[in-house]
């Protein structure tokens, strides 16, 4: 029994197709490369860019032309689907005055240059003249839980909740590779 077992598996492991050989070598591929997602390319025209948003750990690499950025630490960050001049002309001196927001970090970036945005940070940027650039978002989130889970816990403690002290603990439905939170 244990020889027609061995004989079995070693036959329907040589008859793979090509197709499934690929496959699993584009599988290999990408989990080489998993660290990274949002790969993109970015061209764009004087007063072009991006309005005030956050996200997970970020690098901009610009090839050609020159940008402003405006940053804010996490604490401070702002999600705004305004166009960023329009943001930093009009809503930004309402933030510092009313909400007690800091006035952001701001840097040009200059062809060669890469600007690198930590997880979380706020932050916008407007095409001082003709860009192109590169952009690579890392995938993995190293600081916060999953944005739905986050959104929960804030929502909890916005309404009066205490914010959890204790580390959770894998769960049997969740990840049990993923550490606890």
């Known amino acids: 029994e244990s020889s027609s077992s061995s004989s079995s598996s070693s036959s329907s492991s ?6 499934e050989k690929n496959s699993a070598k584009r599988r290999l591929a990408v989990e080489r490369y ?3 997602a949002n790969v993109q390319f970015a061209l764009g025209g004087p007063g072009s860019g991006a309005p005030m948003h956050f996200h997970n750990t970020a690098w901009n690499a ?22 960023i001049t329009t943001w930093d002309s009009t809503r930004r001196p309402s933030f510092e005055k009313v909400a007690g927001q800091p006035k952001p970090f701001h ?3 200059r062809q060669g240059d890469v600007v690198i945005i930590p997880e979380l940070w706020g932050h916008g940027v407007v095409n001082l003249q003709t860009s192109v650039a590169v952009a690579v978002e890392v995938k993995e ?8 889970r986050a959104w929960r816990r804030i929502m909890h403690f916005n309404r009066g909740g205490k914010a959890r002290t204790t ?8 990840d049990k590779n993923r550490p606890p939170r």
């Open 167 to 174: 580390p959770r603990t894998p769960s049997s439905k969740g």
């Open 107 to 109: 840097c040009v970036q």
């Open 14 to 19: 040589s008859s793979s197709s090509p197709g």
């Open 141 to 148: 989130s190293i600081f916060r839980p999953p944005l739905p």
């Open 34 to 36: 998993a660290p990274f």
């Open 62 to 83: 610009l090839v050609f032309g020159s940008k402003r950025w405006i940053a804010y630490p996490p604490a401070f960050n702002v999600m705004s689907n305004e166009h």
